[in-house]
């Protein structure tokens, strides 16, 4: 079972910048092995992903929406996973959501690829 806890949510005017923290924690399985990623969801709208960072190779992917303004990092077992967000739109605003799976398989975009999630941490750009 893997716990994730999200930080860093808040609100920020347009052209800004936000780091959201995403703390792994639990047992039984192989952090090395995981893939960890941020997605969210604009009111009205399905959640999307963002972002994601396979651990082992810290291979990272992004949404077309967030290439160029957005960075995922992870250091290692002990430390945040974090997204780095740069120059904010107001069409950035939403709930940001961390996601963890234990195993990589299918897109790491997708949202049913992901069985563990965090409880979201709200992002508000104003114009």
């Known amino acids: 079972q893997v716990q994730l806890v999200e930080s860093g949510g808040g609100s920020v005017q347009a052209g800004g910048s936000l780091r959201l923290s995403c703390i792994a924690s639990?047992?039984?399985?192989?952090?090395?092995?995981?893939?960890m990623a941020w997605f969210r969801q604009a009111p009205g709208k399905e959640r999307e992903g963002v972002a994601a960072?396979?651990?082992?190779?810290?291979?990272?992917y992004y949404a077309d929406s967030v290439k160029g303004r957005f960075t995922i990092s992870q250091d290692n077992a002990k430390n945040p996973a974090y997204l780095q967000m740069n120059s904010l739109k107001p069409e950035d605003t939403a709930m940001y959501y961390c996601?963890?799976?234990?195993?990589?398989?299918?897109?790491?975009?997708?949202?049913?690829?992901?069985?563990?999630w965090g409880q979201g941490t709200h992002v508000t750009v104003s114009s």
């Open positions: 639990g047992s039984g399985y192989h952090y090395s092995w995981m893939t």
């Open positions: 996601a963890a799976r234990t195993f990589a398989t299918g897109a790491p975009l997708l949202e049913s690829e992901y069985k563990y």
């Open positions: 960072i396979y651990i082992r190779d810290s291979d990272t």
